[in-house]
């Protein structure tokens, strides 16, 4: 499994259906989940969706929340302003820096302090991990969706695929509502292309001596 992927090659041969024992073409789905994976990151603008290690400088602006680069933030390492360390509240009372982790996932952006702020023109560096560190089933089975529509059909699966497939679930991918957004305005500009199976077909297969 490659790093971005979206799903796994069990789990798309387990719904396709397509035998454990079956692994002639194991290789070359495996470069299809790559390449319907970095498509689907392309379209959403979601680079990120993945948990990962950040670490970024931002200038105070004098106010008491700041906007990350990257979502949902799952943890704060350090957080520090003008070169002072700012420790987690322990309540959201006491000072120090919190997360509102009571609202959508997908909008866990904004770091905010208690009775200090980010002073204006102050460097602030904040390390942190933010993505998902499982993917979203929604996304991972819209993944799956799209890639089996295509072969059932006998076609290049496209970003249309995944659209639809992510229409058809119910709730509509409430959790992932931003991200959803993103690929259905991608779409809506006419800007959709089939995923890359061509480029996946002509990558050479790695063999050992």
């Given amino acids: 499994m490659a790093a971005g992927d ?4 069990d789990n798309l041969k387990l719904w396709a259906p ?14 299809l989940i790559t390449a319907v994976s970095n498509d689907f990151a392309r379209a959403t603008k979601r680079p990120d969706l993945l948990a990962s290690d950040y670490t970024e400088v931002h200038t105070g602006d004098g106010a008491a929340r700041m906007i990350a680069f990257h979502w949902p933030i799952n943890s ?4 520090t302003v003008g070169g002072t360390a700012i420790t987690e509240s322990a309540d959201k009372i006491a000072a120090g820096w919190y997360l509102d982790e009571d609202i959508d996932p997908e909008r866990v ?3 905010y302090l208690v009775n200090s702020v980010f002073t204006d023109g102050a460097p602030v560096k904040l390390e942190y991990n933010a993505g998902y560190a499982v993917v979203p ?6 993944i799956i969706d799209a890639m089996y529509v295509g072969f059932n ?10 659209a639809a497939a992510l229409k058809r679930q119910v709730p509509l991918s409430i959790s992932q509502r931003e991200t959803i957004d993103y690929l259905r305005d991608w779409l809506h500009e006419g800007r959709a292309q089939s995923a890359s199976i061509k480029d996946a077909q002509a990558v050479p297969t790695s063999s050992t001596a």
């Fill in 76 to 79: 704060i390492a350090t957080l």
């Fill in 137 to 142: 089933e929604d996304i991972e089975q819209a």
């Fill in 6 to 9: 979206l799903t796994t090659l």
């Fill in 109 to 111: 952006w904004n770091v």
């Fill in 18 to 31: 397509i035998p454990s024992t079956t692994t002639a073409e194991d290789a070359l789905l495996s470069r």
């Fill in 153 to 162: 059909a006998n076609r290049e699966f496209t970003t249309d695929d995944i």
